[in-house]
Each structure stands twice: as structure tokens, then as C-alpha cells.
């Protein structure tokens, strides 16, 4: 990497110190410097848009208040309380760290970078985020706004979402970092990243790096940072069965620990193979996944749904079952549960979305089958 010139260094530095000590928005998990909260904000904040993860952020810390609280927690209640967040192993993550952190290190978040990212879920941002804002360590915390910023201030050539080229990031923030101020300073270049070096439309002329800003001199500041070419996003069909009893209570079945939205529940059924219908899939996969027989009743919605890496279409229909009593496969809990029960559960979100389907339907039309 070429010498940093002192123009820029002062520019990312000292001024950037300065507008945020005048921009920076009160958010909750600044009002001191608690270890706990700031490891739960920062893992909010990994996936999710600040707006969006302040009211979960103090219905968790209300709900959870201590790390020991969230450590006897049930995983139930920690995954009912991440509820519509997605991202759920993040919820997984941070339940089993607390364990771990009450088992093995006193109930106290670790100060030190090995200890903490050894914890479940703590990767390198969060262990730096945690150690220089909530311990005032050295450690240059590199988000995605972060890198924006730094890419943007550079006119950085290389694409984004290269490794090489997200590891000269890191090493830029490491170098710039002004020494006993990480903490004020990693959150400044965040919030700078958050409120006006946005990644559409950023307002460079109210940015406090515009002097120095090279993707600015350009004239073309949102070209910045360089992407790769975009892979196309695949798409599943998934077909789910609404199984009623005669108590009228749905048949809901808990996703494996392990797997993507581990831990969560939802109307059981699967993808849809290749050539198949959607009525053959879900016959199929109740009998693979509950050893049962279905007939197949009227259709109860469907969703479109977007996940990280892929997308959904999620069709549910009406199942009664003819054959077999539903058992979960490898040991896979599954549960009957009233219709009013149902909130008490941490639902994926696309079953959350089908069963809204479900309640503004006019009833005759969904419960004739
Ligand atoms: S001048 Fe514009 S592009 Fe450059 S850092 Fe500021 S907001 Fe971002």
C-alpha cells in the first residue's frame, strides 16, 4: 500500500472525529459503554438496518437484560424474541456464546481478541467492534459501510467482492486508526456510511471528507465501490402442507438445529423437484418427512420470499391425512398446536407470511376442503 498522504489522514481522522461529535444520533446502545449491549447491538446491526433493529434491540435487552439472563434463557424465547429479524443464527449464536462466556469466563465478555473470537457467531467485526467501543482497544471494526467509505475516499479500482481487495481495506482502516480513539472512530466512519455516504444518492457536499474524496473528484461517487459481475440469485418452489386434527390443531415441525432457520417452526413439506407437480412434491415429502399419507385439500396461499442467497415461492395447501400418524423423521420435533397458540412460536418468516394469507381469506374459501 503507497504512504497514506496527511491530508487524507487528517481528513479521516480529526475531521471525521469532529462531525460525528456533532452528527452522532443518540441511539440506545450508546448510552454507555456495557460490554453486553454493545455485543448484542453490533450483532443486531450485522444484517439489519438501524431503524429496524432498535425496537428489537430494547425488547431483547428488556426481555433479556443480563448476559446471565439470556445464558438460562430457553432457545424458544431468545429465537421468539429475534422473530421477523431473519438472520437467525445470529440469535443461535449469541444464546449458546452466552453460555459459554457464564460457563468459562465468569459471566464477563472477554477482553481479549482470542477469547471473544472463539465465541459462536463473533467474527472478526464483532470481536473489533466489541473491543474498541465497549473496552477501548486498537481494533479498526470494517463493515460494509465502512468499506464503502474507504473504497469511495480512495476511487478504489479493484471490485468489492473480492477477498484481496476486502483485506486492503482492513488493513487501511488498521493503519488509519487514530491510537486510544477506535472506538469513537470506528463508530464515526460507520455512521458517516449510515447517514452520507450512502450507498445510493450519497450527499458528498455536506461530507466531511469531500476535500479529500477521489470518487468524488471523479464525478461519480455511487460508481464506487467497483462490484463484480452479479451471479443470478436461484429460486425454489416449496410446497408446505396445512395438516389439521380433529381438535382442529395444525401440525407444525421444528427445523433442524444446524441448518438454515435451525431452531424455527413451520408447516411441514419441502422443494419441489425438477418435472414435479407441486401436489406430488408435498404428498412425497410428508410421507419422507412424517411417514403419512395425504389427501390434498384446497390451496391456503402463496408467498414470494427472499432469503440471503436465494429466493422462494412457498405454496401451502389444505392436507388431510388418510394413512399414518405424523412422526418426525430422525428425531425432528413436531407439534400440534391451536390456531390462537400459534403466536407463542418462532415461525420462519414465509410461514408467518403464508398464515397471514390464511387469516384474511373469507373463511369458506380456505375451509371448505
Ligand atoms: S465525498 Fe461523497 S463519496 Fe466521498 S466519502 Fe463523502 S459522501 Fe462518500
Redesign the pocket.
Do not use: D, E, G, T
Given at each position: 500500500m503507497s504512504p497514506i498522504p496527511d491530508t487524507l489522514r487528517r481528513a479521516v481522522t480529526e475531521d471525521l472525529l469532529a462531525w460525528f461529535a456533532r452528527h452522532r444520533r443518540p441511539l440506545p446502545w450508546r448510552s454507555d459503554r456495557d460490554p453486553y449491549r454493545i455485543w448484542i447491538s453490533e450483532t443486531l446491526l450485522q444484517q439489519t438496518r438501524t431503524q429496524q433493529a432498535w425496537p428489537y434491540f430494547e425488547r431483547f435487552l428488556s426481555r433479556f437484560p443480563t448476559l446471565e439472563s439470556l445464558a438460562r434463557a430457553e432457545l424458544d424465547d431468545v429465537l421468539k424474541a429475534w422473530e421477523g429479524l431473519g438472520y437467525y443464527a445470529r440469535a443461535r449464536h449469541l444464546h449458546r456464546a452466552a453460555r459459554e462466556i457464564l460457563l468459562r469466563h465468569g459471566g464477563r465478555i472477554p477482553d481479549r481478541w482470542e477469547a471473544l473470537r472463539a465465541l459462536p457467531g463473533v467474527g472478526d467485526y464483532t470481536a473489533a467492534a466489541v473491543l474498541s467501543i465497549a473496552y477501548g482497544q486498537d481494533y479498526a471494526a470494517v463493515d460494509g459501510n465502512v468499506m464503502?467509505?474507504l473504497s469511495?475516499?480512495l476511487a478504489l479500482p479493484d471490485p468489492i467482492d473480492r477477498a484481496s481487495t476486502r483485506r486492503t481495506l482492513r488493513a487501511l482502516a488498521q493503519e488509519l486508526l487514530p491510537r486510544g480513539q477506535a472506538g469513537e472512530w470506528n463508530q464515526a466512519l460507520m455512521e458517516?456510511g449510515a447517514l452520507?455516504?450512502?450507498p445510493r444518492k450519497?450527499?458528498?457536499a455536506s461530507?466531511?471528507?469531500?476535500a479529500v474524496?477521489r470518487?468524488?473528484a471523479t464525478g461519480r461517487?455511487e460508481a464506487?465501490p467497483i462490484k463484480g459481475a452479479r451471479r443470478p440469485v436461484p429460486h425454489y418452489t416449496v410446497v408446505v402442507g396445512l395438516i389439521e386434527d380433529a381438535q382442529g390443531r395444525w401440525l407444525l415441525a421444528r427445523r433442524p438445529e444446524g441448518k438454515m432457520l435451525g431452531g424455527l417452526w413451520e408447516l411441514p413439506g419441502g422443494k419441489v423437484r425438477s418435472g414435479e407437480e407441486l401436489a406430488e412434491a408435498l404428498r412425497r415429502e410428508l410421507r419422507e418427512e412424517l411417514g403419512i399419507e395425504v389427501r390434498l385439500g384446497p390451496p391456503v396461499g402463496v408467498v414470494e420470499h427472499t432469503y440471503s442467497h436465494f429466493r422462494i415461492t412457498l405454496h401451502g395447501f389444505r392436507c388431510h391425512i388418510q394413512q399414518g400418524t405424523p412422526e418426525g423423521r430422525e428425531g425432528q420435533d413436531i407439534r400440534w398446536v391451536a390456531p390462537e397458540e400459534i403466536g407463542h412460536y418462532a415461525l420462519a418468516r414465509a410461514t408467518q407470511k403464508l398464515l397471514a394469507q390464511l387469516a384474511q381469506a373469507p373463511q369458506g374459501e380456505l375451509f371448505s376442503g
Open positions: 464503502r467509505v469511495r475516499v458517516l452520507v455516504c450512502r450519497p450527499h458528498c461530507c466531511p471528507l469531500q474524496c470518487a468524488r461517487s464506487y
